[in-house]
């Protein structure tokens, strides 16, 4: 391997292992799959490989922290990728790639990743991520799906729609993995593009798809009262203006337009909704109010 550097044994990985995803990054709105990621390291776990930071990052955009007490320079924190074998009680092992998303070697990290899943003899991946979306706080957020397996894009449901991005890190190894011969799939939540902070329902939701393909047994109710929480203090944001809130009527009236019509050609996204994404508010129309009312309420 150019890169990766194997710190543990991999002979007793287990039957059939799963190369898992979820990088703190572009694609990481509101922290939805690094906070699912984090939920999976909840099962029994142990780093067994991880990348020298030095060949990934500009230190320049994204910094190592530094502590300093007193006037002593303390501890310094670097930021990592690293491979953590996750051992759920049920379900096939999982190797759970997560960190900071890299600035260089995206191509070298997957050919690496690539080896390593040969040796243990993973043949599927799944990647956790997010983005921001014309999705009211209001409405439950929406999962697409993006990979190379027709039966299992069916099986869970909206795949992307088309179109032509820039690559996130995510994106270009999952396309590198399915080029590869890997099953891929991608699980994207969308969330509400004002929220500023973290959003757990966007967590529990991948964790719910994740779940429900692999098998994993992962106890969603953790998130019950965090998404509570959440969704109040959101509603009292909305509330406090009329500008606002008629922001996230106009976002209720596109959501429930999309979901009708999907409804009514059978769920195959074809249709079109009432409104157009240009007649969404921006986020900076949208979030800016609610961040700074949120921001008080912190205070």
């Not at 060949?55 to 320079?73: E, M």
Request: charged residues 25%; aromatic residues 6%.
């Amino acid at each position: 391997m150019e890169l990766l550097r194997v710190t543990q044994p991999l002979d007793d990985v287990g039957p059939d292992p799963v190369l898992v995803v979820a990088l703190d990054g572009w694609t990481d709105a509101a922290g939805a799959g690094s906070g699912a990621a984090e939920t999976l390291r909840a099962f029994p776990s142990e780093r067994v490989a991880e990348f020298p930071p030095d060949a990934l990052y500009d230190y320049r955009d994204r910094r190592p922290q530094l502590s300093i007490d007193r006037g002593r320079l303390d501890q310094l924190t670097w930021p990592e990728l690293v491979v953590e074998l996750v051992t759920p009680p049920s379900g096939p092992p999982l190797l759970l790639v997560h960190g900071a998303e890299p600035d260089l070697a995206w191509q070298a990290c997957a050919a690496d990743l690539l080896e390593l899943a040969a040796t243990v003899g993973a043949t599927r991946y799944v990647g956790l991520g997010s983005v921001p979306g014309p999705i009211p706080h209001t409405r439950p957020v929406q999962v697409v799906c993006t990979g190379n397996d027709d039966e299992v894009l069916d099986r869970m449901g909206r795949p992307h729609e088309q179109m032509i991005v820039p690559a996130s890190c995510q994106v270009a190894w999952e396309a590198m993995f399915a080029a590869a011969g890997l099953q891929t799939l991608g699980l994207w939540v969308r969330i509400p593009h004002y929220v500023a902070g973290g959003y757990p329902e966007a967590s529990r939701s991948l964790l719910e798809r994740f779940s429900a393909h692999l098998g994993t047994p992962v106890d969603l109710t953790v998130f019950d009262p965090l998404i509570e929480e959440n969704r109040a203090k959101l509603d009292v944001a909305a509330s406090s203006s009329d500008e606002v809130a008629d922001h996230v009527h106009q976002l209720e009236q596109l959501y429930d337009a999309e979901a009708e019509a999907e409804r009514a050609v059978g769920g195959l996204g074809d249709a079109r909704p009432t409104f157009t994404e240009d007649e969404v508010p921006t986020a900076e129309e949208l979030g800016a109010e609610i961040e700074r009312f949120l921001r008080g309420r912190a205070q």
